[in-house]
């Protein structure tokens, strides 16, 4: 259910028609649990806030979906709608068993996590995640390709769960610093074959590879985790220049 107001739109509840949030009704503010549900398509136009009035989720499942790409000059802002925001006062943005969700140029700031992914394989380019209370991206059996995002002042960039070996990530031309616990964090992959996280091209905070790799748990850290991250080459400054979004469309999709 979506009531207009005098410049802003609340939401609640289950959007089960193909919807678009543009510039002229936002922010959007979400007042309770909303759902992206029956298959349908949400997409989020350059420039548009989403404000979370309260500890509440905001997913794609069902077989919903979310394509939220903003521009680099007209970001698109997931946020808290407190007076005096703060880490922890939302939940987070999940995207559960969506066949095709993306993010592009957009900011996640004061949630618990920023972005939930449980068999979900979106696209996440330039987008950036801030002042949240543990992960930027949780992934539970996903591969998202996550390309010149910037992760900072947060628990860890990466929380990556599988339950064998289906979850690979591929991580280029990234920031990640300013955490608390890990750049990546795996878990799960309790058995055989060994899965390898593309994480090459990426700024850690340091440039030295035995501090990169206390950033990162993975088999080398305990033997019983069928998970590498694969950090080799990493930069040694934070990316200069980054493929366009056009150009890493193009890269995986037909």
Known sequence: MILPA?????????ISTNTTWDLTGSPYILEELT???????????????????????????????????GTQDQRILF?????????????????????????????????????DLDNSHPLIDHCEFRSIYTDGITCED??????????HDLGS??????????????????NMYDFSNYGMYLTGFADPPLVTIDAEGNWWGTA?????????????????????????????????????WGAIKAMYLE
């Open 6 to 14: 005098s410049a802003q739109t609340y939401v609640s509840g289950e």
């Open 35 to 69: 759902e992206v549900v029956n298959g349908s398509v949400l997409t989020i136009d350059p420039g548009v806030t989403v404000a979370f009035d309260g500890f509440y989720l905001f997913r794609a499942t069902d077989g919903g979906s979310i394509f939220a790409e």
């Open 79 to 115: 946020t808290s709608n407190a007076d005096t925001p703060a880490k922890d006062d939302y939940i987070w943005i999940g995207v559960y068993s969506s066949p095709a969700s993306s993010f592009a140029y957009c900011d996640f700031e004061y949630g618990r996590k920023g972005l």
């Open 142 to 151: 996903s591969s998202p390709t996550v390309t010149a995002c910037d992760f």
């Open 157 to 174: 960039a990466f929380y990556i769960y599988a339950h064998h070996d289906v979850a690979s990530p591929v991580v280029h031309g990234c």
């Open 208 to 244: 030295v590879e035995g501090e990169i790799e206390q950033e990162i748990r993975h088999d080398v850290d305990d033997a019983s985790i069928y998970g590498h991250v694969d950090f080799d080459p990493w930069l040694t400054d934070t990316p200069v220049e980054a493929a366009s």
